[in-house]
């Protein structure tokens, strides 16, 4: 089974900052990377499909890179409404695995 | 607008059998390629994935839970099933239904969720 990593676990931001995930899996799955919003007591929301595609409806300001083993979701300016948990999920493979979660609050 | 939506018990006790099901609205689990996942979330901890199921009834299975997962779907109501076989506390967790595509393997959108608690 593939397995994914993030980091960091957790991080303290401010409003208008430039901020960077990174989501690391066990071994190469091409593009086959996706990102998920979840804020507390909801489902999860998809932001980004395929390491860069944004999902319709979610702002211009997220955005996602890499290919291979290593990504990132990166927020380019930090609003008030972003402060949540973010998941990066691998589809290349089945168990669809997802990372640890990474935990965005305020500063 | 594509919808899903859990429902189940809220309680079970250790050694039961949990059935969730999810019931979904604005696609047809008859559409070629169309599919449902299950995914669940302990109190404070991470996503898991669980199973999934596709139209033409391809099923696949989360490796640690194997033995104890079932799914299955009623295309006439609407509905996938989901079993979970001899339950334990540490099963408490907010179980979530999302919409597949085979292809796509993106999981959108998500139902709201239903917190199982396992507890004698």
């Known amino acids: 089974d593939i397995q994914m990593t993030q980091s960091p676990s957790s991080l303290s931001a401010s409003v208008g900052d430039r901020v960077t995930i990174t989501c690391r899996a066990s071994?190469?799955?091409?593009?086959?990377l996706n990102w998920y919003q979840q804020k507390p007591g909801k489902a999860p929301k998809l932001l980004i499909y395929a390491a860069s595609s944004l999902q319709s409806g979610v702002p211009s300001r997220f955005s996602g890179s890499g290919s291979g083993t290593d990504f990132t979701l990166t927020i380019s300016s930090l609003q008030p409404e972003d402060f949540a948990t973010y998941y990066c999920?691998?589809?290349?493979?089945?168990?669809?695995?997802f990372g640890p979660g990474t935990k965005v609050d305020i500063k | 607008q594509v919808t899903l939506k859990e429902s189940g018990p809220v309680l079970v006790k250790p050694t039961e059998t949990l059935t969730l099901t999810c019931t979904v609205s604005g696609f047809s689990l008859s559409n070629a390629r169309m599919g449902v996942s299950w995914i669940r979330q302990p109190p404070g901890k991470a996503l898991e994935w669980l199973a999934h199921i596709f139209s033409n009834d391809e099923k696949s299975y989360s490796t640690s839970l194997k033995s104890r997962l079932t799914i299955s779907k009623d295309t006439s109501k609407s509905q996938v099933v989901l079993t979970m076989t001899n339950m334990d506390p540490v099963d408490t967790a907010t179980y979530y239904c999302?919409?597949?595509?085979?292809?796509?393997?993106?999981?959108?959108?998500w139902g709201q969720g239903t917190l199982v608690t396992v507890s004698s």
């Open positions: 071994q190469s799955i091409s593009s086959y």
């Open positions: 999302a919409r597949i595509r085979a292809g796509l393997w993106w999981f959108d959108p």
């Open positions: 999920q691998q589809s290349y493979s089945t168990p669809q695995a």
